[in-house]
Antibody
């Protein structure tokens, strides 16, 4: 079955760190660009970061640049998001999403993992 | 960055009637070399992740009912549901994927039954 499964969310204090994981199955993982998209409670979708199939190219939203790092382990079919210096405004459901081959729209989404930044 | 603005923010339509959602980009997302509009539409139901409906502004994703259609070019786009069904209650988002990131979404349009 083609799917993405996020994990690693939870409650963290402001200034803290968290690492999200996204386990993929059912497709040739290394062939696809992957992304993180978040959704604050009751709000819309916000793109966070994107990584090429090889992992050699990465992009970030300005709001997370310098604090978040996207990476992938193609041998484990897993995508990561290392989040440092977390702020209250980072509170959101974080979705892992797979891009269509060659283009940056998303044909497969995980169910998301909730990150809450609060003291 | 390309800003995506949807209208209206919310919409109530009777069952069986037409629903129309608009999306405007702050700059053209039409790529002249291939004449494609880099615009997608998603549907998000409560408690679920988004689901791809339309890409290239007007191409329906496999399995999406044909009552959903997309149109427009350049900076102005429309998602139309020709005959609203109860299961279409959701929030709809447009997204541009033109050029290099950032990728940007519209703020969403909430569709309800009147």
């Amino acid at each position: 079955e083609v799917q993405l499964l996020e994990s690693g969310g939870g409650l963290v204090q402001p200034g803290g760190s968290l690492r999200l994981s996204c386990a993929a199955s059912g497709f040739t993982f290394s062939s696809y660009v992957l992304s993180w998209v978040r959704q604050a409670p009751g709000k819309g979708l916000q793109w966070v970061s994107l990584i090429s199939g090889s992992g050699g190219d990465t992009y970030y939203a300005d709001s997370v640049k310098g604090r978040f790092t996207i990476s992938r382990d193609n041998s484990k079919n897993t995508l990561y998001l290392q989040m440092n210096s977390l702020r209250a405004e980072d509170t959101a459901v974080y979705y892992c999403a797979k891009c269509v081959m060659g283009h940056w729209f998303f044909d497969l989404w995980g169910r998301g993992t909730l990150v809450t930044v609060s003291s | 960055d390309i800003v995506m603005t949807q209208s209206p923010d919310s919409l109530a339509v009777s069952l069986g009637e037409r629903a129309t959602i608009n999306c405007k980009s702050s700059q053209s997302v039409l790529y002249s070399s291939n004449n494609k509009n880099y615009l997608a539409w998603y549907q998000q139901k409560p408690g679920q992740p988004p689901k791809l409906l339309i890409y290239w502004a007007s191409t329906r994703e496999s399995g999406v009912p044909d009552r959903f259609s997309g149109s427009g070019s350049g900076t102005d786009f429309t998602l139309t549901i020709s005959s609203l069904q109860a299961e279409d209650v959701a929030v709809y988002y447009c997204q541009q994927y033109y050029g290099t990131p950032p990728i940007t979404f519209g703020q969403g349009t909430r569709l309800e039954i009147k």
